[in-house]
Structure formats: structure tokens, C-alpha cells
């Protein structure tokens, strides 16, 4: 069962019709009460930065999601803005983030996009497997996914880094420390790449 945390931001829906379409079962929440009991978690996200920090904290997630995470440690999947308050903070406004990953979430450096690049970067893009094939299967498979941001993650460490993608430059799309992953694109919106990324989610952690 994985669950999917309902803090007002997100195509939380899509997600959980995704889960449903490759076997899985997931649950919508924004019980504090359903969260403790969580054995997986999605914490999805579409929209800003200090927006989505401010819902969490405001709706008292912060503590159960640094227990179930940090102590218990249970999976959890960022998805787009979800995975981006992973990061300690944004440059979209001043609003600090979870701090689980040794990271920051930056602005695409404008000064490196030719005119061709617009902001935000909408479309398909192949990614490149740095790790994790258990999630995102062999680096030899062609895996193409769907991406809406104007922002990534700059990690601080290579060793966190699960996956790049290229816009002008490139530039981390996923990203994996222990049992917390987070992915920049929308495996809801990914077809058949999607539902392997989930399905992987389901059955290897």
C-alpha cells in the first residue's frame, strides 16, 4: 500500500490511477493518523516552493514525515515540487525546505539556454541513469518522461545523484539518498515509462 499525501498541491489523482492501472493499491490522505501508518510514501507537488513548505508545516506534516522518513526509514517518493522540498531551500522565494538531501533547488541558469529554451521547460526528455536501476530500470533502456519546471536540484554530492537530463545544459532530474528518492518529472504523465517507474517503486522497496 502506498501512501499518497494530500497537502493541497499535486496530480494527486493521476498518481494513484497510475498506482491502480499496474497492480498497485494507494491511499489519499491528509490524516496525520494515516501517515503514521504509511509502509510507502508519495509526496507529490505541482506549484511553488514556499507555497508547498508552507502547507506542510502548516498542516503539521513536518514531524511525522521526518519520523516516518528519517526514523522509520519507509520510502518515499518525490515527485516534481515534491521532490524539490526535499532540498534545503529554493531560490523561488525564501522558504527553506525538508533538508533531507544535501541539496538546493536553483533556477535554470538562463545565461546557458539559447533562445530555443524557453522557461519553464515543458516536454520530453531522455534522462541518463547515473543509479538506481532498481527504480528506473537498466541504463541501457531508452527511458523518456514528461517535464513541467522552471526549477532543479543542485546536489552537493555526485553520490545523490540518480538521474540527469539535458536542457541546454545538463541538470539533475532524480535524485537518491538511502530510502528517500525524488524525480522531476511527472511519471503520471510518462506513459509506459511511468508505469515501469512505479511499478519498480511498488515492487523493489
Not at 510514501?41 to 505541482?46: A, C, K, M, Q, R
Request: with cysteine; net charge positive.
Amino acid at each position: 500500500m502506498i501512501t499518497i499525501l494530500d497537502y493541497g498541491l499535486g496530480n494527486i489523482a493521476s498518481i494513484a490511477n497510475m498506482i491502480k492501472k499496474v497492480g498497485g493499491k494507494s491511499i489519499i490522505t491528509s490524516d496525520i493518523n494515516e501517515i503514521a501508518k504509511a509502509e510507502k510514501l508519495i509526496l507529490p507537488g505541482v506549484g511553488a516552493f514556499k507555497e508547498g513548505f508552507k502547507n506542510l508545516n502548516e498542516g503539521g506534516y513536518i514531524n511525522i514525515l521526518n519520523k516516518k522518513v528519517l526514523e522509520d526509514k519507509i520510502p518515499i517518493l518525490g515527485i516534481c515540487l515534491g521532490m524539490q522540498l526535499l532540498t534545503r531551500k529554493s531560490e523561488e522565494g525564501n522558504s527553506k525546505g525538508l533538508a533531507w538531501i544535501e541539496a538546493d533547488t536553483v533556477k535554470f541558469d538562463i545565461s546557458k539556454l539559447s533562445a530555443r529554451h524557453k522557461i519553464p521547460h515543458m516536454g520530453w526528455s531522455d534522462i541518463n541513469i547515473k543509479k538506481n536501476k532498481k527504480l528506473l530500470g537498466s541504463s541501457a533502456q531508452k527511458s523518456r518522461y514528461y517535464f513541467v519546471h522552471s526549477y532543479h536540484v543542485a546536489c552537493d554530492n555526485i553520490s545523490d545523484i540518480m538521474c540527469t537530463a539535458n536542457y541546454g545544459y545538463e541538470f539533475v532530474c532524480g535524485i537518491q539518498k538511502g530510502n528517500i528518492l525524488g524525480v522531476q518529472f511527472h511519471p503520471e504523465k510518462s506513459h509506459k515509462f511511468g508505469m515501469n517507474l512505479i511499478r519498480n517503486f511498488i515492487n523493489n522497496f
